[in-house]
């Protein structure tokens, strides 16, 4: 009988995934176009949370792939992806570009190659959000302008492990591995890997 009743709630399952990813995939569509961004062909598992203010710009290449939540990845720290490019910044994803329950905070540049993977709960910021003097912070208007932005690139071929942080002003060089929940706190050179909070050197690939 328990038999019976997997293999029905199996066929079912498969039902309802295959209506729902139709239905993400459209409601991922009109999301990224309705915020102007320019993108080739993607797949996705849920759909993202997008805000490219005015002036802004962000550009997703081809074979792009996402996963939203628990669907597709579930691998604890669920979210859906979050893509936000303030006015005047610029956001590149290159092609064959994978990611789950990323979020990637623009408000200068961010820049990620070819072939990258990204696992599940990733943050990606280029700016310190606030100012880092105390006394600024207390007026909306000078904690907003003091705050300290360094664009962030990524090279091809790097994999970077769930949940880790990469944070204002770092380059990651092509083929390195960052280690899972990681702060990266500086720049990382091509064909390593690094772990840790801060990051340190393990090894060269």
Known sequence: MQKVVTLLYKAIRKVILLVRNGMDKLIAWIILYGNNVKFGKFETNGFPYVSVAQGGSCIIGDDFQMNN???????????????????????????????????????????????????????????????????SRRKPESDIKLKRNKPVRIGDNVFIGAHSTI???????????????????????????????????????
């Not at 092609?95 to 709960?121: C, F, L, N």
């Not at 060089?173 to 393990?202: D, H, R, Y």
């Open 69 to 135: 939540g628990n669907i597709g990845n579930p691998i604890g720290r669920p979210q859906r992806c979050i893509f936000f490019v303030d006015r005047g910044a610029k956001l590149v994803i290159g092609e064959s570009v994978g990611m789950s329950s990323t979020a990637i905070i623009a408000h200068q540049r961010i820049e990620i190659g070819d072939y990258v993977k990204i696992g599940g709960g990733v943050c990606i910021y280029d700016t310190d959000f606030h100012s880092l003097d105390a006394e």
């Open 167 to 205: 944070l204002k002003g770092v380059e990651i060089g092509e083929n390195s591995i960052i280690g899972a929940c990681s702060v990266v706190t500086k720049s990382i050179p091509a064909n390593e890997i690094w772990a840790g909070n801060p990051t340190q050197f393990l090894k060269k690939i």
